[in-house]
Each structure stands twice: as structure tokens, then as C-alpha cells.
């Protein structure tokens, strides 16, 4: 089983608003993955977990805060967002972090912030 | 990462082979060359990777030039489900470490 779930699949927030998305995976991977994509344009990633920890941080602002409160689970913490922050907001996960393991995918969480 | 460069587009007719370029001549020893595929608004599908030999699984084929400078993934029988964005990444370890860095990828478009 490859599957990433990611919840929800739609969101829509105000710019006052708190919101968190989450993602889910058991497949027993010690490195997930948030990654941003806008309209007509490829992922970019954002934050790097490996083993419930914070590894890397693609100068993300502060907004978004992610968590990791076990080996399978990852949340985005949303607070204050702008307009231009509404996107496809994807979830991955390795076994590993590194360039010999390959990346697995949830759906996306289609967020519109108005 | 190195860079890479693949065309914006392609075609392929169903049932025939699909066969997309990718050039990294940048590419360094210890640099993998990954696939991956995005299907209009779902997430990106892993495809196939390799270091130094060609590679081969249920989904494709990845043929690495010698001097690594180039690669092709292969889609053997595209069907119409093979419609989609696909992604070559080079991706190193090092300070980049797990960081998959996407360009623009090939819209490969495959006709009945």
C-alpha cells in the first residue's frame, strides 16, 4: 500500500481564520513532506520532517506552522493567510530522507482563502 | 540540483511508445534522476529513478545515457490514463537532502 491521505480535499478560509490540514500515512516512512502548488505551475516544496523532525524549512513565513506529532501523522497549521497563499497544498512521505528513496503523494488540500 | 530541460510538449498515439527526453548536463556522481507524473489536480505520482543504469519497472522504462548527461523515460503502450504532466528531477543528497526541486515538466498528451 503507497497511499498518502490527506484531509480535507477542499478548504476554504478567511484571512482571520485558523485552520489545519492534515496528512496520513502507514507505510512505516520516517520523512514526510509538505510541498505548495499554485495554478499552471510546478510543486515547491516547504517543509521536511525525518523522524518527527523538523529537518527542513523552505523559508516558509510564519502562517503556516507544520507538526509532526508522530511518525505517521503531519499537520498544517494555518493562521492569518493571504489571498495569494490559496493553493493545492500536497503531502508526501519517504521511507527516508534522501535522493535513493522516492516520494509518495497524497491528493491535495485545494485551499482558497478569501 | 542540477538542472534539466525537457520540451513543454509532446504527443503520442495510443497504444504507441512514448519516449520523453530529459537533459542534466550539469549532473554530478552522486545525483539520482527521478520521474515523476501529474495528472490534472491530483498529486504527483512517482514514476521510476536511477543512478547510473537503466532502469525498469511496471510502469516504464528509464534509459540513462553513459556520460549521464541525458536521459528518456519510456512509456511502452500509452493509453489515453498516460495523459499528464511528467516531471525529470536530479535530485542530491548533501544540503538538499530529501528536497525534490519540480521544473515545468513535459505535457505529454496521448490521442485515441
Known amino acids: 500500500d ?10 476554504v478560509m478567511g484571512m482571520t481564520n485558523k485552520k489545519s490540514l492534515k496528512c496520513e500515512q502507514h507505510m512505516g516512512h520516517r520523512a514526510m513532506y509538505w510541498y505548495k502548488q499554485k495554478a499552471k505551475k510546478p510543486p515547491e516544496l516547504m517543509f521536511v520532517y525525518s523522524y518527527e523532525k523538523l529537518s527542513i524549512n ?23 493567510l493571504q489571498p495569494e497563499d490559496s493553493a493545492l497544498y500536497l503531502c508526501a512521505s519517504s521511507q527516508g530522507q534522501g535522493a535513493i528513496y522516492e516520494q509518495y503523494f497524497g491528493p491535495g488540500t485545494r485551499l482558497t482563502v478569501t | 540540483d542540477a538542472k534539466t530541460t525537457q520540451p513543454t510538449s509532446m504527443d503520442c498515439a495510443e497504444g504507441r511508445a512514448a519516449n520523453l527526453p530529459c537533459n542534466h548536463s550539469t549532473i554530478s556522481g552522486n545525483e539520482y534522476v527521478y520521474w515523476y507524473r501529474q495528472i490534472h489536480s491530483q498529486g504527483p505520482q512517482y514514476i521510476i529513478h536511477g543512478l547510473k543504469n537503466n532502469e525498469t519497472n511496471e510502469m516504464a522504462s528509464l534509459i540513462i545515457t553513459e556520460d549521464r548527461k541525458s536521459s528518456t523515460l519510456i512509456l511502452p503502450h500509452a493509453t489515453l490514463r498516460d495523459t499528464a504532466v511528467y516531471y525529470c528531477i536530479v535530485h542530491a543528497g548533501g544540503t538538499s537532502y530529501g ?3 519540480f521544473g515545468q515538466g513535459t505535457i505529454l498528451t496521448v490521442h485515441p
Open chain 1, 2 to 11: 503507497t497511499e498518502v491521505t490527506q484531509t480535507p480535499k477542499h478548504l
Open chain 1, 58 to 80: 523552505e523559508s516558509v513565513p510564519s502562517r503556516f506552522s507544520p507538526e509532526c506529532p508522530n511518525s505517521s501523522l503531519l499537520n498544517l497549521h494555518l493562521h492569518a
Open chain 2, 99 to 101: 528536497k525534490l526541486t
